[in-house]
């Protein structure tokens, strides 16, 4: 929902390079969107472990996971407000900030992650609960560090963006919602649907549900490049589009999708060549206990190093289409790639066919290239027929 934040902000910086009223506008209605959400979003993760234990999971996974919640959900607020702050700045085109103030934040959870888990520093050890309650500190680190260099820089400074915060504007809160409301839906298909992979690995077994929490988050951090050229992207193709610059457009476009898909080339020869020393990061491969969920492992990489391709096209197709605001139409796609696809494929094959968790690694795999296929179709379309911008 706070990422309609930026092609609105880069549009109006289209129209009008130095607009300041317009930009503070959607920044106060994207962070009141954001409190809103939050609030019902509080009660529902409270429940977590009876949610968990209703999806069929393990008991005692369930009570962890409901530990872990209970001090995590507490980083939503902080986090949306960075997240809505560092849109700002990144459609300022000055996005280093927020790279700073990330890695000043990595520190922090770490410290604090080491003191609340086992109870060091004086404090005592809350176990999972102390993770995500660490998270949670680093999260408010987060969105008061970046707050307070956006108070603090000349240039960030002139927009003023803690005045008159709680004014009614209903016409921006329209467009906020009316904008980022569909890519709320579009990013939560592509969450849940990774979330459900590992629902599925619980039913499946531990060593399973343990390999693919270590290859997700191999996979995650590498997908963190094509992410980011996708929300440059936004930002590029939506000045363009604020022009009326069809020419900008497609090559902001077109170029976003050739680095995006460059890099993961350079990404998936990377898990193919060296998953085992991957893996070392997360398990001890000379501990025999450990032997199955490395293999397992090992084995999810092989399959993210195909996907990687579709995985980048896939975020960068959705960047430059939000750029030209078009959200709707890409949330369908999302819909029919993540779960109808996705899910549908990777139940089949891992139940039915018995391919257990590779099976549900080869239904991400399909979702995500179905949902590139059609988001890169559509974003042809749209650039050769002159409906950019439209």
Do not use: K
């Amino acid at each position: 929902l706070v990422t309609a934040a930026s092609p609105l902000i880069a549009s109006e910086r289209g129209r009008r390079r130095h607009s300041v009223r317009d930009v503070r506008r959607t920044v106060h209605q994207t962070l009141r969107a954001a409190l809103f959400f939050v609030l019902p979003a509080w009660l529902i993760l409270w429940h977590c472990e009876g949610i968990l234990r209703a999806l069929g999971q393990q008991p005692d996974l369930a009570y962890g996971a409901g530990q872990v919640m209970r001090g995590l959900q507490w980083a939503l607020l902080p986090f949306l407000g960075f997240t809505t702050l560092r849109t700002f700045i990144a459609a300022l085109e000055r996005p280093v900030w927020g790279l700073l103030i990330t890695l000043a934040a990595m520190p922090v959870n770490i410290v604090a992650g080491w003191a609340l888990i086992f109870g060091h520093l004086g404090l005592p050890a809350l176990g999972l609960f102390g993770a995500g309650l660490a998270s949670s500190l680093s999260s408010s680190f987060l969105f008061l560090g970046l707050l307070a260099v956006i108070l603090i820089d000349r240039r960030f400074r002139r927009y003023r963006l803690m005045g008159r915060f709680w004014t009614r504007d209903r016409e921006r809160q329209q467009q906020v919602w009316a904008l980022g409301l569909p890519i709320a839906i579009t990013l939560g298909f592509e969450t849940t649907v990774f979330n459900a992979s590992a629902f599925l690995m619980g039913l499946i077994g531990r060593d399973s549900l343990a390999a693919h929490a270590v290859a997700i988050q191999i996979a995650a951090l590498v997908f963190m490049v094509p992410m980011g050229i996708g929300q440059a992207a936004t930002v590029r193709v939506g000045m363009a589009y604020g022009r009326g610059d069809r020419a900008g457009v497609g090559r902001a476009g077109w170029l976003a999708l050739i680095i995006g898909t460059g890099f993961a080339c350079a990404a998936a020869a990377l898990l193919i060549l060296m998953p085992r020393l991957l893996v070392s990061a997360f398990l001890d491969l000379a501990d025999p206990a450990n032997a199955r969920t490395a293999a397992l492992a090992v084995s999810f990489l092989a399959i993210a190093a195909l996907f990687q391709l579709v995985d980048a096209a896939q975020a960068v197709g959705s960047g430059v289409l939000r750029g030209v605001q078009d959200t709707r139409v890409p949330m369908i796609f999302a819909l029919i790639g993540y779960w109808i696809v996705g899910i549908g494929v990777g139940i089949m094959l891992a139940f039915p066919l018995g391919m257990a968790g590779i099976g549900i690694w080869f239904g991400l795999a399909s979702g995500l290239g179905a949902a590139a296929l059609l988001l890169v179709a559509r974003w042809t379309l749209r650039e050769r027929l002159g409906l950019v911008p439209a």
